[in-house]
C-alpha cells in the first residue's frame, strides 16, 4: 500500500473511532510519559462489570471490558487449543498469562469443556486477582498473582499470552523466564506483529472511548517477527494465524494481529 494510500486509511479509522498505534520511542518511560489511563482503576471496574454479565448470562464473553451478546463465528486461540493432543487422562491445563478475569475462558469453555477436562488458570495484576478470586473462580478457573505460584500447584500443559505480550515493559524477558518453565506448548495471540523488517518498534497505543468509556493511550510493543520467533529454537512453529482482524493500524508500517502454535521439540 503506498504512503498516500496508508495515509487516508489511518484517517478514516481515526475518525471512525478506531484503535491506533503512534509513534516510536526510545524507551518504555518515555511511551509512558506519552500515554494516560494506564492505570485507570475504572478499567478494571468496566471489565468486572461486563465479566459479570457474562457470569449471569447475558452475555457470551467479554473482551476489554466490551461485552458479545453471541460468540465469534472465527476463534483462532479456541481453534488452536482444540487441536491439542490430550494427555492420557484427557485433561487440559492452560496457564493465562495476563487472561483478565477470564476473558479467553469464558470465550473457549462451552467449546472445549466437552472435550476435555478443562482446568484454566490465569496469572494477573493484583488487583484482578484479588476480584477474581472473590467472584469469579471456580474448580475450573483459578487465579494467581505469579506463574511460580501456579506451577507450584497445578500440572500446566499449555501457556497462553493473548493480547498481553505488547504491554510489558520487557516482553522479550518475559518470554525467556516463562520458556524455563519448558511448557509443552506455548501460544502467543492476538499480538501486533510486523512480519518485514528485523527491530521491534516501542509505540502508543490509542484507545477510543467507546472500548473502555474514555481514551486512554498504552505504550505498546510492535514486534519484529523475526524477534519473536528467535527464542523457540527448542519448539516447532506448528501454526502461525491473523487473529482478530488480521492486519492493524500503524503508521507508515505494516504490521497484523498475529498469532503462533509452538510444540516443544522430541528429543
Not at 475504572?42 to 458479545?68: H, M, P, Q
Not at 501460544?187 to 516501542?202: A, C, E, K, M, Y
Amino acid at each position: 500500500m503506498s504512503g498516500i494510500l496508508r495515509r487516508l486509511e489511518y484517517l478514516y479509522h481515526e475518525l471512525r473511532g478506531h484503535v491506533q498505534y503512534r509513534g516510536e520511542y526510545a524507551s518504555w518511560n518515555d511511551a509512558l510519559a506519552s500515554s494516560e489511563g494506564y492505570d485507570d482503576p475504572r478499567i478494571l471496574e468496566r471489565v468486572a462489570k461486563a465479566s459479570r454479565t457474562v457470569i449471569n448470562g447475558d452475555a457470551a464473553f467479554e473482551r476489554d471490558g466490551v461485552v458479545f451478546k453471541e460468540h465469534l463465528k472465527t476463534n483462532k486461540l479456541l481453534d488452536a487449543l482444540k487441536t491439542i493432543t490430550p494427555t492420557t487422562t484427557g485433561k487440559l491445563e492452560v496457564l493465562d498469562f495476563g487472561g483478565s478475569l477470564g476473558s479467553s475462558y469464558f470465550q473457549c469453555k462451552p467449546f472445549l469443556q466437552s472435550q476435555f477436562d478443562l482446568q484454566w488458570n490465569i496469572i494477573e495484576q493484583s488487583a484482578f486477582v484479588k476480584l477474581g478470586k472473590a467472584e469469579f473462580a471456580n474448580q475450573q478457573l483459578r487465579f494467581f498473582d505469579t506463574v511460580e505460584t501456579c506451577l507450584a500447584q497445578r500440572e500446566v500443559d499449555v501457556f497462553v499470552l493473548s493480547g498481553v505480550l505488547s504491554y510489558l515493559p520487557t516482553p522479550h524477558k518475559m518470554i525467556k523466564d516463562l520458556l524455563r518453565h519448558r511448557p509443552k506448548i506455548f501460544i502467543i495471540d492476538r499480538t501486533p506483529v510486523q512480519h518485514n523488517g528485523s527491530q521491534d518498534r516501542l509505540t502508543v497505543q490509542h484507545v477510543p472511548a467507546n472500548i473502555y468509556g474514555k481514551s486512554v493511550r498504552y505504550p505498546a510493543w510492535v514486534f519484529s517477527k523475526t524477534g519473536l520467533l528467535k527464542h523457540f529454537d527448542n519448539y516447532e512453529l506448528r501454526s502461525e494465524f491473523d487473529a482478530l482482524s488480521g492486519r492493524i493500524l500503524l503508521t507508515a508500517d505494516e504490521a497484523k494481529d498475529t498469532g503462533f502454535v509452538f510444540v516443544q521439540r522430541s528429543h
